[in-house]
Every structure is written in C-alpha cells, then in structure tokens.
C-alpha cells in the first residue's frame, strides 16, 4: 500500500490565468505543471510580479483558470459550481495573507470562529477548538481583543488560527511574513511549519523572503508567470 503521505493533493496541467484589460492581456502564470503530495511544506518562490498570488488565488478556488486543468484534493477546479468552490474555499482550503484581512470590529475570537459560522457550524461547537487553536498560538489571553489592539505578529497568528477553525487539508499563506520583522516572521513560519509536522497539513507558502527556505520539503520558484526550478 502506498504511504499516505505519496497522494497527490495538487495537480496542475498547463495552468494558465490571463487577466484581460481593456483590450489588452497581462499574464498571471502561464502553463505551469504541478504536483503536489499531501503532507508536503512547498515554498514558491518567485519576485514581485511573477504569479505567486495568481497561482495562490486558483489553488485557494478565490479565481478561476484562464486555461489548464486544476485538482486540489480531489475537486476538479476547472468544472465546479459557485456553490462547490464555496464549500470548497471554507472547508478543504486555509489561506493566509500578508495584510492579515481581520474583520476589525470582531474580536479575536469572533474572528476565528468566523469560517465556522459560514459553514454552518454554531458558537458553542466551534468555540472549544478555537480556544485550543487559541492555546496552541499563544494568543489565549487575547481572545477579546479588537485586531488594532493586536501586534502584527499577534494578528497574523489569529488569521492562522481563523484558516484553522474549519480543519482545512491544506494551507495556502501568500507572503505571511510580508507585514512582520523577521523575529515575528520567524515565529509565524515555525508555527506553520509544526502544522505540517505535527498535524500532517499540507503547507503552501508563497514568499520572496528566506525565512521559510529551510523548512521547505519541495521548493519551487516562478519567473514571469512560468514554473522555474530551484536549487
Ligand atoms: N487582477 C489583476 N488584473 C490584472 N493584472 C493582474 C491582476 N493580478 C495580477 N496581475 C498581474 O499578473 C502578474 C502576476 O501578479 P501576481 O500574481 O500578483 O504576482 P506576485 O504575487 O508574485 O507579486 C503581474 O504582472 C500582475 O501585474
Ligand atoms: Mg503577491
């Protein structure tokens, strides 16, 4: 039997997004071939402009392919209703952003329970898990306060917890460490790279930062939208 671990949880087949403008096109990412197992910590990296938040948005069912086929843990991205890729953005996926995206008039826990709320789930269930989530980050002692009450690094470990609640396979973060200094940085990637570890969460990162090159099981790099290898 295969290791669990040998699945593939991302498939992409010349993957390609074209933003049209006017009557002109920009390329986001342009055929890129792609397999992800589960249980992998991939790293993207790439510069400023080279398609990681456009790969990020179609794996993460925010956007839709231009061309190209997409599975992400078994749903088939190109052929989905608006209902499935809801269900999808909810339940199987987790994202992160650099800017955090909190709700500023929920507290930290509201915050959290947020996504299990959409999906159906009442306070009183998803309370208990957000304050493990809560336990586990460190942030306990902070689940009344408002986000601007928050450090950076205190907001990001909330939004990791709110991509949490809904017990997601895997977890896309699109440059989580944007917005941090590096010690905090180093505090967001080590936690998200114990989920991996410890709770065997497939990890996504896209950054042009080192921090997170280390912890990385496969490492991938985009150049104008195309799929670069890397050392
Ligand atoms: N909504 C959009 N409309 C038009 N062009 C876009 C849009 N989003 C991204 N792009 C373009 O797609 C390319 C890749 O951008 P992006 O995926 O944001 O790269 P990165 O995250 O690596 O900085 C860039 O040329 C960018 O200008
Ligand atoms: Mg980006």
Known sequence: MKPESS?????????????????????????????????ELVVLKGNSGSGKSTL??????????????????????NDTSDADLTHFRRQVVGMIFQSFNLLPTLNVLENICLPALLAGKSVAESRPKAMALLEWLG????????????????MQRTA?????????AIILADEPTGNLDSRNGQIVIDLLAELNR????????ATHSTLAD???????????GMLTSLP
Not at 58 to 76: Q, S
Not at 160 to 168: G, S
Not at 198 to 205: A, L, M
């Open 7 to 39: 699945r593939s949880v991302i498939s992409a087949k010349g993957l390609t997004r074209v933003y049209k403008l006017g009557d002109s096109e920009v390329i986001g990412i342009s055929q890129v071939d792609l397999e992800i197992a589960a249980g």
């Open 56 to 77: 990020l948005s179609l794996l993460a069912g925010l956007d839709r392919p231009t061309r190209g086929d997409l599975t992400v843990a078994n749903h088939d991205l």
């Open 139 to 154: 942030l306990d002692a902070r689940l009344n306060h408002l986000p601007a009450q928050l450090s950076g690094g205190e």
């Open 160 to 168: 990791i917890a709110r991509a949490l609640i809904n017990d997601p």
């Open 198 to 205: 410890k709770w065997d969460r497939t990890v996504f990162i």
């Open 214 to 224: 280390d912890r990385a099981s496969v490492k991938i790099g985009l150049k104008d």
